[in-house]
């Protein structure tokens, strides 16, 4: 996809608020060291942060995060990302930061701004920038969570727009940078077959799941504001939701596949108590910073439904945790049986009937399963995957292509304000008014309430632990 009008002009800096903290460590100097190995790392990088490390103390924290992504395998790409560094210390707070900030950047006249700080300093964060004069042609990347519900998701947006125009605004979901994701679209508008079974007529249920084999890994006191409804089914399912959901662009370009995903996730029926289970690992409580009496979900599993011509009436069931079976991402797309049984194996008496497989992590994969006949004088047979994608090498890494995009001004991979709001709105029913929280054992695929969720429809497709990454 490209967009239909004339190319921005490119950022001439980069400022990254929250440069000493883990997002910065882990993600950004990485997808910046992969942007120099690429040529493409050609402004000024300066480092925002209150905790006074100094640049010298920057740069081997700049080091140690690449080196701990993989191998520094181009030593001269490192120097010219770490010579490109530069450090601005103070309180977010304290209006004197961002005159420094000002001073620093000299005669830099289209900053983009990364926020990779705590969701509760965006505001003041975007605030500081206007009050300071550093937003007339800059742009402001922000990370998710964007609000923690509707009303706060509208007060972002709004404070964000006061500051900056909706163009100059690129909220992050780095789910929707992978290959993998990126291809569903393809997939779907690129191939003519599809289009006449793409719909209510033929599709019995899809399944989305993203599951993890590990748990929260030290951040108790993060999840314990978050839970797994707001961190991953908001976002990254719904996103993934509107993909395999939205109707054709009305044209090659990035707006008009927002214009249809904002639609799709207009249409999302919100959620009720009765289509939602909450789960919560054995052990979750004794996680530092969690609450001895925690009622925080770390696995989700939900019936969701589109209210559009198209997916009238069909289930949508999402489900994601920490410390299931395996660590995956996968959709199942489940058609509809045959009208008339002519074999005694047909589905749905042998199972599952025909279905679309994306596999989107950590491996990814496109697969259509049909059954074939056995050999033999019975008709009888089995249901074979007809593999139409397998993992390619040479993906870029997510972040990036991100930051990348960002600073060319190209929003096609991020996510537009009524999007935001829309998939908020499908939740907010569910966000305080629930059932407890069910407890599963690590190692599973969650509570068995979640299997009476999807049990009139054939029940969970688990990814295969063969192909995914088990703990």
Known sequence: MTNKVTAEPRSDALVVFGATGDLAHKKIFPALYALAKQGALDVPVLGVASSNLGLARLRERAVDGVRQSGPIDDPAALEHMLSRLAYVNGRYE???????????????????????????????????????GLAGQARVIVEKPFGRDLASARELNRVARSVFPEDAIFRIDHFLAKEAIMNILYFRFANSFLEPIWNRNFVASVQVTLSEAFGVEGRGPFYETAGCL?????NHLFQVVALLAMEPPGYRGFGAVHGETADILQAMRPLDPGNLVRGQYAGYRDEPGVAKDSDVETFCALRLFIDSWRWEGVPWYLRSGKHLAATAAEVIVTLKPPPQRLFADSAPATGRANYLRFRLAPNSAVALAAR??????????????????DERPGEEAPYARLLGDAMAGNGSLFTREDAVEAAWAAVDPVLETHRPVAAYERGCWGPSQADELIAGDGGWHNPRLADAAAD
């Open 94 to 132: 304290d209006p004197e930061t961002f005159r420094a900030l000002k001073r620093a950047l000299g005669r830099v006249e289209r900053p983009a701004h990364y926020l990779a700080i705590p969701p509760k300093l965006f505001a003041t964060v975007i605030e500081g920038l206007g009050a300071a």
């Open 230 to 234: 707001r961190d991953v089914v908001q």
């Open 372 to 389: 074939v006949k056995s050999a033999g004088e019975d008709f009888v047979g089995e249901q074979r995957e007809l593999y139409l994608l």
